[in-house]
């Protein structure tokens, strides 16, 4: 097994960078916030896929974090992580304190626009932006040849393509499709919050998203009927409060009347004060024209 | 003398940067806006210095100017600089479209904040996100090891210094000594806009600020009163309409009040519809402390 550095300073992690690339190895990064589950490790197989050495990065962000949000109390266990990430097979632990990336006379944000103003993004001002800033300096820092990220948080790597892509990152972003329970719910770190009532009840996510694929796959095709039958089942729930319920256009998101092109069903919802999320990419159908 | 190439496509840019790259060559970047004068030859003569191959550069970037400035009318002479650009021994010439830089669905900028407020961000909202933001692009395509930047826009090179600083951006961000005119006045793409009359006047730019350091120089510590003093000169010019007549911390660009630190004079003054800046770093007090 390879030995695994752990590194706080974010200068050492980019000299530790600069050799790799003056030897010709690819760094594959995975950005994360810890508190590690079997989701992060599937995004950390992928990274071993496509780099020769791989950085997973771990930093609760304080930047997309509203101020009634749960940053304080954002689940921890970074002796844990490092085990898991050892067994792994991970070349680099880093893990940079809050105030090496946002010393004192920070000034600089990338500020995403309109990818950012629904779904999460409204109930969350400001999160994106926190999510844009941190992905670029993580980027950055480990000189990054590619960047994985799970689909569960559609948005965010939609927020992040769309980031690389505007600005001519030098580095490839590649999405991983969402890991989940065995009775289908998405995998989050959030989980744990959950009382087991509530842990019960949380089903309702994924299976409301697949009844309206299949739905989709039947034929339906009012994309505003599709979203009502979504949110009435997910307000059906008990313990459950709707953030949001909604079918959009996988890459501009923009809301979407008709399923005549690559769509999202995308859900957001809180049980006590704990939000989850979760999404479904919905099947095009076939055109006879 | 080198063979020079001119880059539009940004990827043919990045792919030629990556090659540079893997043979260990270090590319300098100059970023530039075209109509190309001895100021600008400085810079490319500092950026053969510090790379080993070297990028100009020619972008009117439409996000950095306001809706009532001078994006249409900006001087422009490609074949000219390009000329001069050969004949200087530059390796790359790029000049993407702007529609390649800003596709439909663009929607990532990068925003300084406190220090885009004041001096010419009080007049031109929305001016440095526009710079930083292609700064950043420009970094990224040509894979820069280092940036060169002219020291007459005083508050562009601190944004862009600060930028790169907080986004742990691989770019190493140089300052160069502005050039200027037998007569003391900052060379400028924009003084071709003078009429004769308003050029001579212009002479008071870099005067007032001569004058200024020279009274600190002397002892002057008040730096309300030597800013009242600047203005006065100014306004006392003919034709001229003060924008912004300043004394800042060198860093942060916060008014100061008394000259105990690294501080700047920043002028800004109107010809007619032309605008021009100019600057002085004063001298710090010896402390006998």
């Known amino acids: 097994m390879r030995e695994t550095l752990t590194l706080k300073d974010p200068e050492t992690m980019a000299a530790w960078a600069e050799e790799q690339r003056r030897r010709g190895q690819r760094v594959a990064l995975v950005p994360t916030m810890g508190?590690?589950?079997?989701g992060h490790l599937a995004l950390v197989r992928r990274a071993q896929d496509e780099g020769d050495r791989v950085v997973v990065s771990i930093f609760v962000n304080p930047t997309q974090f509203g101020p009634n949000?749960?940053?304080a109390r954002y689940p921890r266990d970074f002796d844990g992580d490092v085990t898991k990430l050892r067994e792994a097979g991970v070349d680099v632990v880093f893990a940079p304190e809050a105030h090496a990336f946002y010393p004192q006379g920070f000034d600089s944000y990338v500020v995403p626009e309109r990818l950012a103003t629904g779904l999460c993004g409204a109930s969350r001002p400001g999160h994106f932006r926190?999510?844009?800033?941190?992905?670029?300096?993580?980027?950055?820092?480990?000189?990054?040849?590619?960047a994985i990220f799970g689909e569960k948080d559609f948005q965010q790597l939609a927020v992040v393509r769309r980031m690389a892509q505007d600005l001519w990152l030098p580095t490839r972003i590649v999405g991983v499709p969402t890991v989940r329970e065995p009775d289908g719910l998405a995998m989050s770190s959030r989980n744990v919050y959950l009382t087991p009532a509530a842990r019960l009840q949380a089903r309702a996510l994924n299976q409301s998203l697949s009844d309206i694929a299949q739905q989709v796959q039947n034929g339906a095709r009012d994309a505003?009927?599709?979203?009502n039958t979504l949110r009435q089942r997910l307000e059906a729930t008990p313990g459950a409060r709707v953030d949001y319920a909604s079918i959009v256009d996988a890459q501009s998101l923009e809301p979407v009347a008709e399923l005549n092109r690559e769509a999202v069903a995308a859900v957001a919802v809180f049980f006590?004060?704990?939000r989850l999320i979760d999404n479904r990419r919905l099947p095009i159908p076939m055109t006879l024209s």
């Open 35 to 38: 508190y590690l589950h079997a």
């Open 69 to 71: 949000e749960d940053l």
């Open 130 to 146: 926190g999510v844009a800033t941190v992905v670029l300096m993580l980027c950055h820092v480990t000189r990054a040849d590619v």
């Open 224 to 227: 505003r009927q599709l979203e």
């Open 272 to 274: 006590g004060s704990t």
